[in-house]
């Protein structure tokens, strides 16, 4: 699968749920992302007069658009690696509770010490994500269904649907 494919794919897919995408249709789409942010920033900046990193609205319109896709596709990504889609639900909890562990302690009298707990949970959180994002997909049928790259006789609109 080429870029182009994932992409097509992906925004087909965008609200689909169930299934299974290899790791190339994630990371091709998850680089699309991060492509449309950029022009999207630039954009912001030559309409709005906004830094990049301030998110303006084009960038925020952009970013909202794409979230449903991309969290289709990684939810398809982790049935690919038999693993339960509810899975990226407890993995964004768990992420944005890190980071809001880190940024009430931040203030602590403790110093560093303090943010330590909410780095743990954050960087466990994305290590576990990175580690199901890069693993090898499961072959042959698991119970999402067949890997799409090994089943010659499945049809293609299986394949992309």
Aim: glycine letters at 10%; a negative charge.
């Amino acid at each position: 699968m080429g870029f182009l494919d994932a992409v097509s794919t992906c925004l087909r897919k965008f609200a689909t749920f169930s299934g299974r995408a290899p790791r190339a249709e994630y990371w091709y789409f998850y680089l699309f992302t991060i492509l449309v942010s950029f022009v999207a920033s630039g954009a912001d900046s030559l309409v709005f007069g906004t830094s990049w990193l301030d998110g303006g609205p084009i960038d925020n319109g952009t970013s909202i658009a794409l979230l449903l896709p991309i969290i289709a596709v990684l939810v398809r990504r982790f049935h690919d690696v038999g693993k339960s889609g509810w899975q990226v639900l407890a993995v964004i909890a768990a992420l944005f509770a890190g980071v809001i562990i880190m940024a009430l302690n931040a203030e602590s009298s403790t110093g560093v010490a303090a943010i330590i707990p909410g780095a743990v949970i954050t960087l466990a959180s994305f290590g576990y994500l990175l580690y199901v994002t890069l693993k090898r997909s499961d072959p042959g049928m698991n119970e999402y269904g067949p890997n799409p790259y090994e089943d010659p006789g499945m049809a293609l609109e299986e394949v992309f649907r």
